[in-house]
């Protein structure tokens, strides 16, 4: 490991505003019975100095940029950047630490591990902020998938908002699918939440044959759906989708509520999500993007 790494994760340990469980502590009990850790249900004491106010969670936060910028601006609410890696958090910590931010927190750990951390009704909102897609994986990696949502439900509060934004039409359409089969309210959905008509055809974002297919293949009335935004879902940019932007590719953003009763079910492929076609886009963008 470099010296900049062995530096920051040294610094790391000085940042109030970051937890750093291990996995031992964690899995302690096994993978199927994680054990609570004593900052469940006690953030606003524990981590926010007795700050009332709503959590929200970004996952995957990278160096926390998104986490970072909402808190700036929402200070009545309480954010939580959660990663596995740490020398990204330590960019977002060191901010957070500088700047005071009293109404931030970063969480070292695998988002798999999450219902270890926050008890029944903690959570408001959660951010999914250009997630890897998974494309060749199995769906449960998928942040959206049935088995994170069962695990989201488990502290997400009723009426609570899920927000996928990603430049991955692969994981938008996925996602789109999951909360069309269980029946889930969707507040806002855009295949283009910049509105560009003036993708550079040089990026390779849609070849010309499954442009055709598309619209046999378009998520149907739920396609370009949006309600008035707040300003923040287009203002606030994460580190990727700054990048994304500047090659002028579109941003897909959709926000639904996961109140369900039941089990969640994960779509039928092909007849609900169409797996091999949406591949069919990702290939050039998804090997630029996540290099
Ligand atoms: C493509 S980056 C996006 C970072 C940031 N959201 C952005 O848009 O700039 C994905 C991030 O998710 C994190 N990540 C992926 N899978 C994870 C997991 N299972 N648990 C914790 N973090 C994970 C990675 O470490 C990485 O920082």
């Known amino acids: ?12 340990e000085t940042f109030s505003c970051l937890l750093q469980p291990s996995a031992e502590e964690v899995l302690a009990g096994g993978y ?3 054990a609570d850790h004593p900052v469940k249900g006690h953030w606003i004491e524990q981590m926010f100095g007795g700050h009332k106010g709503d959590i929200v969670l970004e996952l995957g936060c990278g160096k926390g940029e998104y986490t970072l910028e909402l808190a700036r601006r929402n200070p009545d609410k309480n954010y939580i950047g959660v990663d596995i890696k740490g020398a990204r958090l330590w960019r977002g910590a060191k901010t957070a630490t500088e700047e005071g931010l009293r109404n931030v927190a970063f969480l070292r750990t695998r988002i798999e591990f999450i219902t270890a951390f926050f008890g029944p009704g903690e959570v408001s909102e959660i951010w999914l902020t250009f997630s890897d897609p998974q494309l060749r994986a199995s769906e449960n990696k998928r942040l959206s998938s049935a088995m994170f949502l069962e695990r989201y439900r488990r502290f997400l509060r009723p009426g609570g908002i899920i927000h996928l934004k990603t430049d991955s039409r692969f994981l938008y359409e996925y996602t789109l699918a999951v909360a069309q089969v269980n029946a889930l309210p969707i507040l806002a959905a855009t ?28 998520s149907g009335r739920h396609s370009q759906r949006s309600r008035a935004l707040p300003a923040e879902v287009r203002e606030v940019q994460t580190f990727y989708e700054s990048m994304f932007l500047e090659m002028g590719l579109p941003i897909t953003y959709l926000e639904f509520c996961p109140d369900h009763i039941g089990p969640y079910l994960n779509p039928r492929d092909p007849e609900d999500f169409d797996s091999a076609f949406w591949r069919t886009l990702e290939g050039p963008r998804r090997s630029f993007s996540h290099q």
Do not use: W
């Open 191 to 218: 295949t283009d939440l910049y509105g560009r008509q003036d993708i550079p055809a040089a990026a390779g974002v849609i070849p010309v044959l499954a442009e055709k297919r598309l619209g046999q293949k378009s």
């Open 1 to 12: 490991m470099g010296h900049g790494k062995l530096r920051k994760f040294a610094e790391n």
């Open 32 to 34: 199927f019975n994680l």
